[in-house]
């Protein structure tokens, strides 16, 4: 069954992997340890860990051959590259979700903690790719399924930071900087979510919610801007 899957999954991201076991590794979530302890190989985090600095790099490589803009604006695109929720919106095109070895609870878990889990799936997968392809292969398969999505994301205006942006007016309108934060907490370690408020003040503006205190603090504070009409 595991081959089967391993194969459908090497052929939708075009690599074939010589140590199968690295990209078993990349699927293996560390809830599924906690049921199967027997299983001969270590959760995918370390692999996560490499996969995102491969990630960051390759997007900062392509971003600075391609394009002249100013630091601030590459650095807010890239954000938007590998963030969370692009992250595992990658992972629908390749229906990592059907490859993931999970616990039963975290099987049934549909919200957002498994975006934060399918998101850190495709940058163990990334770091799999790296240990048995090189850079090269995994440069390849970030351009095609994740740099691809940069014209969508200028077009949308989604690389905009709406923490720097909100904080900007905020000075400018009222002279207070604003202090995020945490209202609320929730879920195990690895798959934490977060609800955020913005202040100025005592008064709270905007609130929002995300899988990091980061993600919640930039949705708290688009919720503020269109609160406050900014």
Same mark, same amino acid.
């Given at each position: 069954?595991?081959? @089967?899957?391993?194969?459908?999954?090497?052929?939708?991201?075009?690599?074939?992997?010589?140590?199968?076991?690295?990209?078993?590794? #990349?699927?293996?979530?560390?809830?599924?340890?906690?049921?199967?302890?027997? !299983?001969?190989?270590?959760?995918?985090?370390?692999?996560?860990?490499?996969?995102? &600095?491969?990630?960051?790099?390759?997007? =900062?490589?392509?971003?600075?051959?391609?394009?002249? @803009?100013?630091?601030?604006?590459? =650095?807010? !695109?890239?954000? #938007?590259?590998?963030? &969370?929720?692009?992250?595992?919106?990658?992972?629908?095109?390749?229906?990592?979700?059907?490859?993931?070895?999970?616990?039963?609870?975290?099987?049934?878990? =549909?919200?957002? &903690?498994?975006?934060?889990?399918?998101?850190?799936?495709?940058? #163990?997968? $990334?770091?799999?790719?790296?240990? @048995?392809?090189?850079?090269?292969?995994?440069?390849?398969?970030?351009?095609?399924?994740?740099?691809?999505?940069?014209?969508?994301?200028?077009?949308?205006? #989604?690389?905009?930071?709406?923490?720097?942006?909100?904080?900007?007016? &905020?000075?400018?309108? =009222?002279? $207070?900087?604003?202090?995020?934060?945490?209202?609320?907490? !929730?879920?195990?370690?690895?798959?934490?979510?977060?609800?955020? *408020?913005?202040?100025?003040?005592?008064?709270?503006?905007?609130?929002?919610?995300?899988?990091?205190?980061? @993600?919640?603090?930039?949705?708290?504070?688009?919720?503020?801007?269109?609160?406050? *009409? !900014?």
């Amino acid at each position: 069954m595991y081959e @089967d899957n391993l194969r459908e999954l090497e052929n939708k991201i075009g690599i074939k992997f010589k140590n199968k076991d690295l990209l078993l590794q #990349a699927l293996t979530h560390r809830s599924y340890l906690n049921e199967n302890p027997a !299983w001969h190989l270590d959760n995918n985090e370390r692999l996560e860990f490499l996969g995102d &600095a491969v990630l960051e790099l390759v997007v =900062t490589e392509y971003l600075y051959e391609k394009y002249s @803009d100013p630091e601030g604006e590459l =650095t807010s !695109w890239r954000a #938007a590259l590998v963030n &969370a929720v692009m992250l595992s919106k990658i992972s629908e095109k390749i229906d990592l979700n059907n490859y993931l070895l999970l616990s039963r609870g975290e099987a049934r878990d =549909t919200g957002r &903690a498994r975006q934060f889990i399918l998101a850190n799936a495709i940058e #163990a997968l $990334i770091g799999a790719i790296y240990l @048995d392809q090189g850079y090269g292969e995994s440069k390849k398969m970030i351009n095609e399924f994740i740099i691809g999505e940069l014209p969508s994301i200028l077009q949308e205006g #989604a690389h905009r930071d709406y923490k720097s942006r909100f904080q900007e007016e &905020a000075q400018e309108r =009222t002279g $207070i900087t604003p202090i995020y934060e945490v209202i609320k907490e !929730w879920g195990p370690d690895h798959a934490k979510n977060f609800h955020v *408020g913005v202040y100025l003040g005592n008064e709270l503006i905007g609130e929002g919610t995300g899988p990091s205190k980061q @993600d919640a603090q930039q949705v708290a504070a688009k919720d503020g801007l269109e609160k406050k *009409g !900014w």
